[in-house]
């Protein structure tokens, strides 16, 4: 399966990188969807076979070429990987080793659990560095602008940019094409087992799918869902845990590992599904996006969290003081509470400001810090490295003080009941200001910032815009229910060549980058839509 194949697109559920939001803000999204064009794209072998499972039809390919290797590299040596694991680059599988080892390490009697958590965390920092990150590693250079040579459909082609990016060392993009193209197609093996059981799933990512399932299958209420209660209530179909079982014996099949080491199913079920006592118990799942959702209990005690994701709120301090864990629980239960129709908590919190922490770990962000450190000493400037507080200001805090930019900054201080009281500065006027809750017109050098209300209210009814909702519409705050692949068609030459997507993440999660300074763009003259106007000659 290592190679690629040429195909045009009708319909065919193979990855559709693009636009899927509705602003100039939003970037590119990778979703897995029906696409078709005009033109033929090039896909790896192994997202062909994932189109094949889930329509049904192999796609017809105009043209294919695998990647075959001749020979072992001459030189290679074998290495005592951290002076303790042997490793022979001529006869091992560095990648299955390293996921043998970290499960070795769960039971090595000489490491103590806090070398056995930093031990398993090298591993796997390790595993996915080397296995997939070098392989796709391009370094963007905020330097000087260059011409450089861009490969994409046709023949290659000459652009300058601002930002060139050079592939790191051991950069191969065919490989992590591979790579990823094999996960997809893991989950693409999954899905049709789950459908083709009548079944549904309720989140998926890149290695996982939360299987809707409880311990004798049939019908649950969903909003949305296909099918009806015997009340009329919407619902959809549950697995049982028995269906998916054997969907996890089936994959057996595929096991890579030593059986000795690594006993357990290539597919795990989670330990959030277990109750104290080992036995299977049933969780309840809220999802608002892909990535977002929480996984809890009903007990006779109320809501018992089992698991609660943080994506959309990772970046922001903790403001209850009790760790990042309790914010997001607490953060959920809100989330929950409405969704219950139950009384929801109001935490004495909730109307602090959203804070996140920066790093001044970039020359460019240093260089914003300019004005800021001007006529201060040294030991109060912002240092390279060195952390502050930033604060995101309401939408409407510009227009007040009459600037087009605006972006809040202060010194480091953990302690949130502070955080309303301090200085703030404009990194881009240095000028300084108090912020507050509330939108004051008549208070112009107080400037209203976001609070945690502001965040975790659209937070929490995030959109999945690279989804239909039940009605067959793009998926919007209000949706609810289960979501469909929405289809995706592009016609020439709206296909562009793009670069990293993963520039300056710091500066882009706290709001001082647009996507105009962050992602690159490779415009091929070849597909300009200017050229392909035929403009009459005027006679004057």
Not at 219 to 248: H, K, N, Y
Request: charged residues 25%.
């Amino acid at each position: 399966m290592a190679g690629f194949a040429r195909l045009q697109p009708e319909g065919d559920i193979v990855p559709v990188r693009a636009d899927y939001g509705h602003g100039d803000k939003d970037r590119p999204q990778i979703g897995v969807n029906p696409f078709t064009t005009d033109e033929p794209l090039w896909y790896t072998i192994p997202d062909l076979i994932a189109d094949t499972l889930l329509t049904g039809q192999a796609p017809p390919v105009l043209q294919s070429f695998r990647l075959i290797p001749k020979r072992i590299q001459p030189g290679l040596k074998p290495i005592r990987f951290r002076g303790d694991i042997e490793v022979d680059p001529a006869r091992d599988d560095f990648f299955k080793l390293v996921v043998e080892e970290r499960k070795r390490s769960q039971t090595r009697t000489d490491l103590t659990d806090e070398e056995r958590k930093w031990f398993n965390t090298g591993l796997k920092t390790v595993a996915s560095s080397t296995g997939y990150g070098i392989t796709a590693e391009m370094i963007r250079q905020d330097s000087e602008p260059d011409t450089v040579t861009a490969y994409g459909l046709g023949d290659p082609f000459e652009v300058d940019i601002d930002h060139p990016e050079n592939p790191g060392a051991f950069c191969f993009p065919p490989f992590a094409a591979l790579i990823t193209g094999g996960a997809r197609l893991m989950l693409a093996t999954l899905e049709p087992l789950v459908t083709d059981k009548g079944g549904t799933y309720a989140t998926c990512d890149t290695d996982s799918m939360a299987i809707v399932a409880n311990q004798d299958g049939g019908l649950v209420p969903c909003p949305g869902g296909p099918e009806r209660l015997a009340d009329g209530t919407e619902a959809i179909r549950a697995l049982s845990f028995a269906d998916v079982d054997e969907i996890i014996g089936l994959f057996d099949r595929v096991h890579p590992y030593d059986r000795e080491v690594v006993p357990g199913p290539l597919l795990e079920i989670e330990v959030e599904n277990y109750e104290t006592g080992g036995e299977r118990g049933q969780l309840w799942c809220l999802a608002t996006s892909a990535k977002r959702y929480v996984l809890w209990n009903q007990t006779a005690d109320g809501i018992d969290i089992r698991k609660a994701s943080k994506h959309g709120l990772g970046h922001l301090l903790d403001p209850t003081g009790q760790g990042r864990r309790a914010f997001t629980e607490a953060a959920w239960r809100i989330v929950l509470a409405q969704h219950l129709d139950i009384e929801a908590p109001e935490p004495e919190w909730l109307d602090r400001p959203a804070v996140s922490r920066l790093v001044a770990s970039t020359p460019y962000l240093l260089n914003l810090f300019k004005t800021y450190n001007q006529g201060k000493d040294y030991i109060d400037q912002v240092k390279p490295f060195g952390f502050m507080l930033t604060a995101a200001p309401q939408r409407i805090a510009g227009i007040l003080l009459g600037v087009d930019r605006l972006h809040l900054i202060g010194p480091y201080e953990t302690d949130p009941t502070k955080w309303d009281n301090m200085e703030w500065t404009d990194i881009y006027t240095g000028n300084q200001h108090r912020i507050s809750r509330a939108v004051d017109p008549f208070d112009p050098e107080t400037v209203p910032v976001q609070t945690l209300r502001h965040v975790i209210e659209t937070w929490a009814t995030n959109p999945e815009p690279k989804s239909l909702g039940p009605d067959g519409k793009v998926c919007a705050r209000d949706t609810r229910g289960p979501l469909q692949r929405r289809p995706v068609r592009t016609t020439h030459p709206q296909v562009t060549f793009i670069g990293k997507e993963s520039n300056h993440l710091q500066e882009a999660q706290a709001g001082i980058m647009g996507r105009d300074e962050i992602l690159n763009e490779y415009p091929d003259p070849e597909r300009d839509p200017w050229q392909h106007l035929v403009l009459p000659a005027i006679d004057l």
